[in-house]
């Protein structure tokens, strides 16, 4: 499996928006690129995903790179609830999401 | 979006006892599972992938004799831990594999306390 590359941690103001970089270099073609984010003692929970373009959501919206080797997830206004752990994933469909360190995003008020 | 209903959300068990978790799609039918165990401050790691009506694929270093995962019909996985140990003590998250444009859908987890 392709990997990603995250900040441990990342700390944003409550309201501002936040900018979750992810580095996947060795990203190949099929290779859609998902997020998740968990909350202590829950399961992950979708985010977004997408593969080429950009792609928007009522959660996020998720920037990639034109060479695909790189993506951001932006939340566009921060709200405590916001934090989390955020994973970036590479996955074929189907198939199981392999699962890194992820970021700890810390929302201060 | 897809629903995954897991329980139960925690169990406490003595050593030596088994324990089945249960995950159910609710609204599609997942021929697919994933099972993933978590460890405090740790990521998910895969265990195995249940296909219904076939023996579920376990990820090396797992017991699949430890973890039995049944997949008998096209709702409904489980996962059961044989002879528990304290060790075993974890977060386990089933998972099934996206429909349409939701990605792929998590259970709630389940905390297993083994005494």
């Known amino acids: 499996d392709a990997k990603t590359t995250q900040p441990n941690s990342m700390e944003s103001n409550e309201e501002e928006p936040v900018h979750l970089p992810c580095n996947h270099s060795t990203i190949s073609g099929t290779d859609y690129i998902h997020w998740y984010r968990q909350l202590p003692s829950q399961g992950p929970e979708y985010v977004i995903h997408g593969l080429t373009s950009n792609v928007n959501n009522r959660m996020a919206s998720l920037a990639i790179a034109e060479d695909r080797k790189s993506s951001t997830l932006i939340l566009h206004r921060a709200t405590l609830r916001d934090a989390a752990v955020y994973y970036c994933?590479?996955?074929?469909?189907?198939?199981?999401?392999?699962f890194g360190k992820g970021t700890s995003l810390l929302v201060t008020p | 979006g897809a629903v995954v209903s897991q329980h139960p959300s925690w169990v406490i068990c003595k050593s030596g006892t088994s324990v089945k978790i249960e995950c159910r799609s609710l609204?599609?039918?997942?021929?697919?599972m994933f099972w993933y165990r978590q460890f405090p401050k740790q990521s998910l790691m895969l265990m195995a992938t249940?296909?219904?009506?076939?023996?579920?694929?376990?990820e090396q270093g797992v017991e699949k004799d430890k973890f039995l995962i049944n997949h008998a019909s096209l709702t409904l996985s489980t996962l059961t831990v044989t002879s528990a140990h304290p060790e075993d003590s974890s977060f386990y998250i089933c998972?099934?594999?996206?429909?349409?444009?939701?990605?792929?859908?998590f259970g709630s987890g389940t905390r297993l306390t083994v005494v």
């Open positions: 998972s099934a594999p996206g429909t349409g444009h939701y990605g792929y859908t």
């Open positions: 249940s296909n219904e009506g076939s023996k579920a694929t376990y």
């Open positions: 994933i590479l996955s074929t469909a189907g198939y199981a999401l392999n």
């Open positions: 609204d599609f039918q997942a021929t697919t």
